[in-house]
């Protein structure tokens, strides 16, 4: 096999093992399995997820939940915040044409995004809004129970729009997740009090995804687990042999000892070092560290090295992060049994807005 | 206005004056002006480029030439190492239809070249070959004057190349350009004495492209320059006012005092730092610090400023570091005279082998 280097090759048969694990786990759990696709951003991928019993898909972007939907693949939730006049006609059409909830963590999106539901032509329908918690990772999210019932409130107030639940994406590790707990219980009953329903309590992240349930949601997003990385590894979440996504890349230069050169650098694997301090594993070179990038060359110190590969020989690379790794690539060559079968298209690359 | 963020948008009229400058100060220095397409990885740019009295374009890789090929765009050099037997058909096809230069810094490459060619249908015309110079970069390159022409010795003696000339990509600053001076010489002197016949030196980087000349090179290319960026002020290779691409994004969130949330992060800025310690410059908002990536969010502290963006507003970011960005989009918005006039098509984006 002689790969066209710097290349992605997936390996389908870790990905099939990766997507029933994530369904079991799911279904053992009596929550409904919502697997993030912006990993993957991939409609096969997405697809097959659905054929094997997600209950749906979760997006961060409009654009992601377009491709889907294009592809006849939903209910779609979209887990950020959607705002401005120019997504108000694309937000509302998707809204027609599929199963579509969204999230949002404050009263201006909530605002916008009824305005935009409201001025589109078949305005019956509300949105299904649910509404962000920050338990912890203080990203986005409302950060208070009496807030988050405020929110809860505004929301089911708006005629263009329904209150549907929570979204919350706790810390990594069980006490994050026991203290999420305590905060949507808080929130059930200030919503109780102020008869709002929480019907859905969506909690994700591939770091927790075996604790899936155990914050009270009843739908899990996990995105990384499909293809797994360095990162998953180092969390715990992953064992070497889950990682379904290698860049493969040639032995370029030995330009001088102790160092080796690459085909690959940033616009291959980017710049993401995940906490790490290098950039990707070698797993057939543990002892060489990846420690710089340009554009098109990756910089390994191979000075603790036992053995040196040499130029010209192709060198597995498993990426610290994979998602923005997948999200540089139309098309990524597809492996099972160790042969290569085709290629995979990623057809929501790119979509970000 | 309004923009469907996050949205990286190029001022043409920014690029024109860029473009314009560049083939000036080649022209000045009696330097041939080759410019470096990896930053734009755009057909259309590239013609401009040509159209400017630009001498050839360069390529960081052969997928890239392919593209500019396909254009009927040349002549080309590729100014890393080409390898591998995935790529020697590719490389044939290439040398047979436009005039191609190439480089390489090792014999396993050279001889891999020669294989290729001559493996080729056509393989009466040589490829010409530039020897890549490490001079203090330590990046890729021959790291000695004597290595360097022995290694030219050995391209003229393979019958599918021919021995070109020298790359060269001094660090940055006017002490290193006079020292690569001097490497150059003695590579000349020795190559000399061998009956070896140094036709092109070409040098780059923007950084040192008012220096164009003064190592002693016949060309120069120049990438970042077209477009400029937060790095290339910081390294006073350009004004602020020099800088063509800002990406345009929308406040989404302000979560807890002193922060708020952008809609754009990691894939759609990268996460290059570029040196920096932060993820880009917000120029309306100085002293906003964009602090840290999710793949869809950008953490922004506001801690420290006077006013403090709305949700709902759209903010500017100029880049740490402009290529990476570029070859995250097939598309982008371009203005003229502060309006939106068209999207240039990233032809190239993505292609990294």
Redesign the interface.
């Known amino acids: 096999m002689?790969?066209?280097?710097?290349?992605p090759i997936i390996d389908m048969d870790v990905v099939e093992a990766n997507l029933r694990r994530a369904q079991q786990i799911c279904e053992s759990a009596g929550v409904a399995c919502w697997p993030h696709i912006?990993t993957h951003k991939s409609t096969e991928l997405a697809g097959r997820q659905i054929a094997l019993g997600a209950a749906g898909l979760t997006c961060?972007?409009l654009g992601e939940a377009e491709v889907m939907a294009d592809a006849g693949l939903g209910p779609l939730l979209i887990s950020?915040?959607v705002?401005?006049?120019?997504?108000h006609r694309r937000l509302a059409a998707l809204h027609q044409r599929v199963n579509l909830t969204v999230s949002c963590?404050?009263a201006?999106?909530a605002r916008?995004l009824d305005t935009a539901i409201r001025s589109s032509e078949d305005a019956s329908k509300p949105l299904p809004v649910l509404v962000e918690c920050?338990t912890g990772r203080?990203?986005?999210?409302?950060?208070s129970p009496p807030a988050v019932a405020d929110l809860a409130q505004l929301i089911h107030s708006l005629p263009g729009l329904s209150f549907a639940g929570l979204l919350i994406y706790p810390p990594n590790g069980s006490e994050a997740v026991a203290a999420t707990r305590e905060f949507v219980a808080e929130v059930r009953r200030l919503c109780a009090e102020r008869d709002l329903e929480v019907g859905i309590i969506s909690s994700g992240g591939t770091p927790n995804l075996a604790l899936a349930g155990q914050s009270g949601e009843t739908a899990y997003r996990s995105g990384t687990s499909i293809f797994n990385d360095r990162q998953m590894i180092a969390l715990g979440a992953a064992r070497p042999e889950d990682c379904a996504l290698f860049v493969y890349a040639?032995v370029?230069?030995?330009?001088?000892p102790g160092?080796i050169?690459l085909?690959?650098g940033?616009?291959?694997l980017?710049?993401?070092?995940a906490g790490f301090t290098d950039h990707g594993l070698l797993p057939d070179y543990p002892q060489a560290r990846l420690v710089r990038f340009?554009?098109?060359?990756g910089?390994v110190d191979v000075s603790d090295c036992d053995e040196v590969p040499?130029?010209?020989e192709?060198v597995r690379i498993l990426p610290n992060h994979v998602?923005?790794v997948v999200?540089?690539?139309?098309e990524i060559t597809t492996v099972r049994g160790g042969r290569i079968v085709g290629k995979l298209t990623i057809d929501a690359r790119?979509r970000?807005?």
Chains 1, 2 share one sequence.
């Open positions: 002689q790969l066209d280097t710097p290349m912006k961060q972007k950020t915040n705002l401005g006049v120019a997504k963590d404050n201006t999106v916008d920050d203080h990203r986005c999210g409302v950060t040639s370029v230069s030995h330009p001088e160092r050169m085909d690959a940033s616009k291959t980017t710049s993401d070092l340009a554009e098109e060359h910089f040499a130029i010209g192709i998602c923005p999200n540089l690539f139309d790119g970000n807005n």
